[in-house]
Antibody, heavy 116, light 106 residues
Framework: QEQLQESGPGLVKPSGTLSLTCAVS?????????WTWVRQPPGKGLQWIGE???????NYNPSLQSRVTISLDKSKNQFSLNLTSVTATDTAMYYC?????????WGQGIPVTVSS | EIVLTQSPGTLSLSPGERATLSCRAS???????VAWYQQKPGQAPRLLIY???TRPTGIPDRFSGSGSGTDFTLTVSRLEPEDFAVYSC?????????FGQGTKVE
């Protein structure tokens, strides 16, 4: 079974860019799966951010679409999340997962705080 | 987007008891594409149920799902110590996929 591991800065300044990476082991991101980012603000429910397929197809949550980019690095078997113009409301636990809308396996998550 | 409302917010039970968790959608979920996830602190969320009532391989049969349309239920027939966690429902039949706010079983 594959494993997913998020990495990146735990603190981002307001108006900056949040950049996270998800390293995948035990599976190829160039295979048949979609790869997804989800987040959970403190005390709130999960929010689907967006997904990517190895053939270059991407779908984003309309509420975040203007600020989000998800990309693949096939050479490193990982995928990434970029979220621009962040504010305190982007403070959350960020998860990467395998699957499209239905998420079969997840990383443990990485906490990100937006603060000066 | 579809809003999912879970109830109760917290369920206080003892091992061996039955847990019944509710998830109500603001509109009909296409194709009954509803899933349930289990979350424990410091651990990756785990998919428990998909398509309302299907368990992935490895999920114990004490977990079951039911419902249709806008009302869905997760039942844990007899709580084991490792089942005390937060449970979130998700609809993935309409875009974007959305989640409930979670029910904590303590």
């Amino acid at each position: 079974q594959e494993q997913l591991q998020e990495s990146g800065p735990g603190l981002v300044k307001p108006s900056g860019t949040l950049s996270l990476t998800c390293a995948v082991s035990g599976d190829s991101i160039s295979g048949v799966h979609w790869w997804t980012w989800v987040r959970q603000p403190p005390g709130k429910g999960l929010q689907w951010i967006g997904e990517i397929y190895h053939r270059g197809r991407m779908n984003y949550n309309p509420s975040l679409q203007s600020r989000v980019t998800i990309s693949l690095d096939k050479s490193k078997n990982q995928f990434s999340l970029n979220l621009t113009s962040v504010t305190a409301t982007d403070t959350a636990m960020y998860y990467c997962a395998r699957g499209s809308s239905l998420l079969f396996s997840w990383g443990q998550g990485i906490p990100v705080t937006v603060s000066s | 987007e579809i809003v999912l409302t879970q109830s109760p917010g917290t369920l206080s039970l003892s091992p061996g008891e039955r847990a019944t968790l509710s998830c109500r959608a603001s509109q009909t979920v296409n194709s009954n594409y509803v899933a349930w996830y289990q979350q424990k602190p410091g651990q990756a969320p785990r998919l428990l149920i998909y398509a309302v009532s299907t368990r992935p391989t490895g999920i114990p049969d004490r977990f079951s799902g039911s419902g249709s349309g806008t009302d869905f239920t997760l039942t844990v027939s007899r709580l084991e110590p490792e089942d005390f966690a937060v449970y979130s429902c998700q609809q993935y039949g309409n875009s974007p996929p959305t989640f409930g706010q979670g029910t904590k079983v303590e």
